[in-house]
């Protein structure tokens, strides 16, 4: 079986599973960050630990073929669009 996982993320490719599943991922990481304090969320280690958190609420299909330092360095890539939508989100509450 694992075998299986690792030929599928070989023959699709982290870019393609990113697309794949980078909105679920995306929103799941904005929801646990809108209670965090905002200084928290711009110092890049508190983000890193913040997204390592996050990682195990994923759903078992996901975890399995994205590891979370792949998760972890997607969301650091897309920082500045996710701490916007926390920020949208905040207001909006």
């Known amino acids: 079986m694992f075998g299986q ?3 599928s993320v070989t023959d699709l490719g982290v870019d393609a599973l990113w697309q794949q ?10 929801q646990q960050l809108v209670t965090v304090a905002e200084d928290k ?3 890049e280690d ?3 630990a913040l997204v ?10 996901i975890t399995a073929l994205l590891p979370s330092d792949v ?7 897309n920082k500045e669009v996710i701490l916007s939508q926390v920020q949208k989100l905040r207001t909006q509450a």
Request: aromatic share 2%.
């Open 5 to 7: 996982l690792l030929k």
């Open 21 to 30: 599943h980078g909105q679920q991922i995306q929103s799941l990481v904005v």
């Open 41 to 43: 969320l711009n110092q």
């Open 46 to 48: 508190e983000l890193r």
């Open 52 to 61: 390592n958190q996050a990682y195990g609420m994923l759903p078992q299909n």
């Open 71 to 77: 998760i972890v360095s997607k969301i650091l890539e």
